[in-house]
């Protein structure tokens, strides 16, 4: 099964970079290309443990609905959400956050596997491990500069 590690430092409070990748708002703008639009379940606010929220997408010109449950929810340090139904097999997305010298230390660990046997397993090392990796550090770039002004602000 796939796995993406990206790592963030961010210059800002490790509450405010946490209640920001919670913020369904936020992460909806921060992929506006893609056109991720919360539909059903939690569709505005901060996302607690147990929330279900279903993200219609466009993932490579094919419009999807994948819903998403917060699994694990351990304030300001963790925060999974898993694939409850939609296109893959698996999905599971931890978000971790650690503090280190007056910064916030984020660490996406995403694990995925597509459906459709040995054309899916191909599918995900030789595109899908890329793509996914590209939307993480796009969205982080956006998180990044918003966590950083708002930390200026307080």
Known sequence: MPQIIVETVINANIEVCFDLVRDIRFYAESLKNRNEIPIDG???????????????????????????????????????????????????????????????????????????????????????KRYFKKILVTRNKALKIRAEQLSKKS
């Open 42 to 128: 939690k569709i505005s606010g901060l996302v607690e443990q147990g929330d279900e929220i279903t993200w219609e997408t466009n993932h490579l010109n094919f419009m999807q609905h994948l819903t998403l449950k917060v699994t694990e929810l351990e304030k300001p340090f963790l925060f999974v959400d898993e694939m409850v139904k939609g296109e893959f097999h698996t999905y599971i997305h931890k978000h971790i956050f650690k503090e280190e010298n007056g910064k916030t230390i984020m660490v996406d660990d995403m694990c995925f596997e597509s459906k459709y046997g040995i054309f899916g397993r191909m599918l995900d090392e030789l595109f899908l």
